[in-house]
């Protein structure tokens, strides 16, 4: 007959067995865990290898070096040595644009928004000027390729006196104004990084635009917008503080001159093997880099810092692709091809 004793005496054997057996399998499940902390610790899951699906790529180019000084370079960063990259980066394809019959019609009613109304002159197989005179009578010029709608503006505001008179926009005022502008003609593009747009100031001095770091000095106001990073990396252009969508704002919000020079990945990409910062480092020593900027006049620069990137030129190109950034002394700047160069065609 089943009692309340031999009931009360199976309910303690259930509990005490069944919680050996859940403690078992904590333990257990602890020892597995700590095995593979210490699996991936000593023996870690290599990454995949590179697909490198766009096969070679071509040289990146670059402008010239703002020095032919032959530098020499000693690394100065807060830990004392270079900092470890990842081993394998994205390559992006760049968006291209093909031509259609109404390439021309769509750039005419760009610009006839932007207050040109003339016929335009055709200056290459993609290229349309349109001239203008404005209200304050600047002189203006622009020229678009019609396929991917890039263009340049220029005008005669450096020797155009009449619109050298009244008030200098702030910078907030000009960023509105650039900003205004380019939706007039060009949509912004929607990876602009607002955060990151940059104002610099400029006199006019015998006919030439002259740095000056005073507002009120200032004759213009130049606006760059800056895209926004790329696969958690920084863009970055011939010129480490400008880009290659910039603005000049002039007294009463008058546009001197545009470059909009626009870039963009795609989502389509292939990843390759680059150089570790050590071999980055030594084709820096060896003069394989690009030197962006330096003020200096020694020829001796102390490396404060290094880190990957993309670089977008002024130029048409097919593949978005990585350099190493070196940053040092005396506004010091240089990069460095990332990419091993066994996938670069020589």
Do not use: C, H
Request: glycine share 4%; no cysteine.
């Amino acid at each position: 007959m089943f009692t309340l004793s031999q009931a009360s005496y199976d309910t303690k054997e259930i509990l005490k067995w069944g919680g050996l057996f859940i403690a078992g399998l904590v333990i257990v499940v602890v020892f597995i865990q700590m095995f593979l902390i210490l699996k991936n610790t000593f023996f870690p899951t290599p990454p995949p290898k590179p697909t490198v699906a766009f096969g070679k790529l071509e040289p990146q180019l670059f402008p010239a070096s703002v020095t032919d000084k032959k530098l020499t370079y000693s690394i100065n960063t807060l830990t004392g040595a270079l900092p470890t990259f990842d081993n394998q980066v994205k390559v992006f394809k760049i968006q291209a644009f093909t031509p259609d019959l109404l390439s021309l019609q769509n750039a005419k009613d760009k610009v006839d928004a932007a207050g040109f109304k003339s016929d335009p002159t055709q200056i290459s197989g993609t290229n349309y000027e349109w001239t203008n005179t404005d209200a304050a009578g600047l002189s203006q010029k622009i020229n678009m390729n019609i396929v991917d709608n890039n263009f340049v503006l220029t005008s005669d505001f450096l020797t155009n006196q009449a619109t050298l008179s009244g008030d200098l926009p702030s910078q907030n005022d000009s960023i509105k104004t650039a900003t205004n502008y380019l939706n007039q003609i060009n949509t912004l593009p929607s990876d602009i990084d607002t955060n990151k747009t940059q104002t610099s100031f400029f006199a006019i001095q015998n006919g030439t635009l002259v740095p000056t770091t005073s507002f009120a000095n200032a004759n213009v106001v130049r606006v760059d917008f800056f895209q926004k990073d790329v696969n958690g990396l920084p863009v970055v252009y011939a010129q480490p503080d400008l880009s290659n969508i910039n603005v000049l704002v002039g007294p009463n919000g008058e546009i001197f001159q545009v470059q909009y020079f626009y870039q963009t990945p795609t989502n389509e990409s292939a990843t390759y093997p680059v150089k570790t910062s050590t071999q980055a480092y030594q084709d820096l020593q060896n003069g394989i880099a690009y030197i962006a900027s330096y003020n200096g006049t020694s020829t001796t620069v102390s490396i404060t810092d290094a880190f990957p990137a993309y670089y977008i030129k002024s130029q048409a190109q097919d593949y978005l692709l990585p350099v190493i950034v070196f940053e040092g002394s005396d506004n010091f700047t240089a990069y460095v091809p990332a990419v091993t160069d066994e996938w670069i065609n020589k």
